[in-house]
């Protein structure tokens, strides 16, 4: 990753101009917005670059020889380029384009999984993943008679990993780990626990869902095998994902799914398959998602990622400082590295209730379990309340929430 300026303040005012959503209301109130996690907010840059497509752009990619389609592909392959740059892959054929996180998982289950993952074998996740970085695996598991390990956590929500290192043996082929807990905000040790998977053979893949618009990543630094992420918790449009994988893994790999763009020639019978990285992508894509998604990348490096880590940081402090002096608030998640999410219970409330008051006064924050059922079981606790963090949010705004809990605590007196 190559952040333009690891300067370490934002001018933050001026970021928060950059996103029209943010001078809106809700309930009559200025709206605060606590749930990054779930989706970012889209910056100006980000909408003009999917309307400009729509307005001048719109065609077909690949397979057109007229203007607007050499325009179109232009564009979709240039984004490929700055995803590559991004995350510092070694070509774009390392770059699939996917609808998300989810579907990169589900791909290399699919294609990487079935190839290689046969009866005995071992696949670790943790105990802190969201559900589609478990689903996938238990599934695969399933038809071919493997058998899924699970790292525990702390009460902190910390891997412990010692139990990690006991898990590992010849019979582990893969090990798929969050980089940053979306219900937890624990930061992982992911370059030691690469290191560790390698020695034993294993491939490793990162969900980065929660890590790419936080901190910056290099692929061939960290040595992941593959790396899954979403443009749309990186300012980007939903709908559109990537799959990092290496390449000699990917030219061995089968294809996903079979359709338009992703073979070179059809017969009935005998088809061969694309180069990469269109062997991994068929039919139409999602060409205004790849679009805006380059725009995101471009405007998130022109801020600086270093920068955002920083300002997120010394926001998760202040919230947690603030937090911790409500008597009834309890924190969900207290690890030594931690990002920029605030999980917590209000004693003898629901977090649903939490979060319906809380809107009730413009204050976003998401409640329920987040997609990680196995963590609310690890904690004991049915749901919390999440309040997560991006670089436009500022101290007032945790102010507001420190604000809107005292309002909830009256509510529910
Ligand atoms: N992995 C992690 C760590 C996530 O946080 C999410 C989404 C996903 C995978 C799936 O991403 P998708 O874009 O394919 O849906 N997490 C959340 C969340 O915390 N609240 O809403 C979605």
New binding site residues.
Partial sequence: MTAATPSATLDIARIRDDFPILATQVHGKPLIYL?N???TQKPRAVIEAIQRYYTEENSNIHRGVHHLSEVATRKYESARGLVRQFIGAHTTREIIFT???????NLVAASYGRANISKGDEIIVSAM?????IVPWQMLCQEKGARLRVIPINDRGELLMDEFEKLLSPRTKLVSI??????LGTINPVRRIIELAHAVGAVVLL????SVAHTPIDVQSLDCDFL??????LFGP?GI?VLYGKQALLEAMPPYQGGGDMISSVTFEHTTYNHLPHKFEAGTPHIEGVIGLGAAIAYVQSVGLHAIAAHEQRLLQYGTTLLAELPKVRMIGTAREKAGILSFVVEGVHPHDVGTILDTEGIAI?A?H???MPVMDRFGLPATA?A?LSLYNTAADLDALVRGLHKVAEVLR
């Fill in positions: 749930d996690a779930a989706t609808r998300g996180t989810t579907e990169g998982l993943e969201h559900h589609s970085n969050v980089h940053i807990s979306n219900s969900d980065a869902a929660q899954a992420f979403s443009g749309h918790k939903t994902g998401r329920g987040h997609c990680t999440r997560s």
